[in-house]
């Protein structure tokens, strides 16, 4: 019991401060099956606890919810949470008491590590949500950002990695060539903002929006997302930025495969239809209390909720993490999962 505690702990101290944030996504699969308009029926309905965090990858899923919930998919029996944080989640998916859970990218491999291939990786649900506003009209490219103070929190988590990645990558040093100043939360960011003039910071999604809703001076000068693929796009293997992953027990994917498959169907089909049916799926995020829906329908579009999965998400996901053991190996769990860790059926 103490070492799953540890290792909760762990997790936590570890997750993606972004994760409870979301650019504009689409739904890629490139593993076998297809989105489902229909059901898939099993031999016998399953039941299936999953979870996911109070951000873009629940909203991703509220379509799914809200089908279930309505009993208008009833292959399994699947039983939906929300949680606040990350420290919600993995002590119970550690123990057995969640199947499949919706978390930051480099958790997931953290918890592959520390439970020694306990958990895979199904598919990627989310990428990049950071961004970087200014009030002054200041930013237009990353070199805009050589000798100006940048607000941001989650400092030692995936935010600085991924900042100090781009900024290093375009010949600025993140330690003499900027100041960053760091903040506990994104609130403290925003009072940054709303008390200082020409003020730049680094926000997720939908919290971008919210500020928005608060200071009409704020605009999107940087999509980090779009800065990252800029630097990955002539490598060998191109990676991206990635926020959110589902992953499953590796127990629960033997022990059930085609309730695996089904729940991936269903996902990818919430996802497709959040992605493109704007008003519908930003009253469902209202719905379930993710964000209001008004922030929800200007937010989604800038949400980068996606679905990849197969061949495709293990060279994006590889990549980011091999980018993330660079700069800190334990923002992983010490070393990059091998092969097992990422599902393929």
């Known amino acids: 019991m103490k070492k799953l505690f540890s290792i909760a702990l762990s997790?936590?101290?570890?997750?993606?401060?972004?994760f409870t944030g979301c650019?504009?996504?689409?739904?890629?699969?490139?593993?076998?099956?297809?989105?489902?308009?229909?059901?898939?029926?099993?031999?016998?309905?399953?039941?299936?606890?999953?979870?996911?965090?109070?951000?873009?990858?629940?909203?991703?899923?509220?379509?799914?919810?809200?089908?279930?919930?309505e009993q208008q998919i009833t292959d399994n029996n699947y039983q939906f949470s929300i949680a606040a944080s990350i420290d919600e989640v993995t002590p119970k998916l550690v123990q057995g008491n969640i199947d499949i859970a919706a978390v930051p990218a480099?958790?997931?491999?953290?918890?592959?590590?520390?439970?020694?291939?306990?958990?895979?990786?199904?598919?990627?649900?989310?990428l990049g949500v950071l961004y970087i506003v200014d009030s002054g009209n200041t930013v237009q490219s990353v070199e805009d950002l050589r000798g100006k103070t940048i607000y941001a929190s989650g400092k030692g988590t995936t935010p600085e990695?991924?900042?100090?990645?781009?900024?290093?990558?375009?010949?600025?040093?993140?330690?003499?060539?900027v100041t960053i100043e760091w903040k506990s939360e994104q609130a403290e960011c925003l009072a940054a903002l709303n008390t200082s003039e020409n003020a730049i910071a680094m926000l997720p999604q939908p919290f971008v929006t919210t500020a928005q809703n608060q200071?009409?001076?704020?605009?999107?000068?940087?999509?980090?997302?779009?800065e990252w693929d800029k630097l990955q796009e002539n490598t060998a293997a191109p990676s991206t930025l990635v926020t959110g992953v589902v992953v499953a027990r590796t127990e629960?994917?033997?022990?059930?495969?085609?309730?695996?498959?089904?729940?991936?169907?269903?996902?990818?089909?919430?996802?497709?239809?959040?992605?493109?049916?704007?008003?519908?799926?930003?009253?469902?995020?209202?719905?379930?209390?993710?964000?209001?829906?008004?922030?929800?329908?200007?937010?989604?579009?800038?949400?980068?909720?996606t679905f990849i999965r197969g061949s495709e998400m293990k060279e994006k996901l590889s990549g980011y993490l091999a980018v993330l053991h660079e700069q800190n190996p334990q923002s992983i769990g010490g070393q990059l999962p091998d092969d097992s860790f990422y599902y393929n059926a």
């Open 11 to 18: 997790l936590s101290m570890l997750a993606a401060v972004v």
């Open 23 to 69: 650019a504009s996504g689409s739904s890629t699969e490139s593993g076998s099956g297809t989105a489902a308009s229909g059901q898939t029926q099993t031999a016998s309905p399953v039941d299936m606890n999953i979870t996911a965090l109070k951000g873009p990858t629940a909203m991703g899923m509220v379509k799914f919810m809200n089908d279930s919930e």
């Open 106 to 126: 480099n958790v997931a491999s953290v918890l592959y590590n520390n439970t020694q291939g306990k958990v895979q990786v199904l598919a990627i649900n989310t």
């Open 161 to 177: 990695y991924a900042l100090n990645y781009i900024l290093a990558q375009n010949g600025i040093d993140p330690a003499t060539d």
């Open 215 to 226: 200071n009409s001076n704020l605009r999107v000068a940087l999509d980090l997302t779009e």
């Open 252 to 305: 629960f994917i033997e022990q059930n495969p085609q309730a695996v498959q089904d729940f991936l169907s269903h996902y990818q089909a919430s996802v497709d239809y959040i992605n493109n049916n704007l008003d519908q799926g930003a009253a469902l995020v209202g719905k379930y209390d993710i964000v209001p829906e008004a922030v929800a329908k200007k937010a989604i579009p800038a949400c980068n909720i």
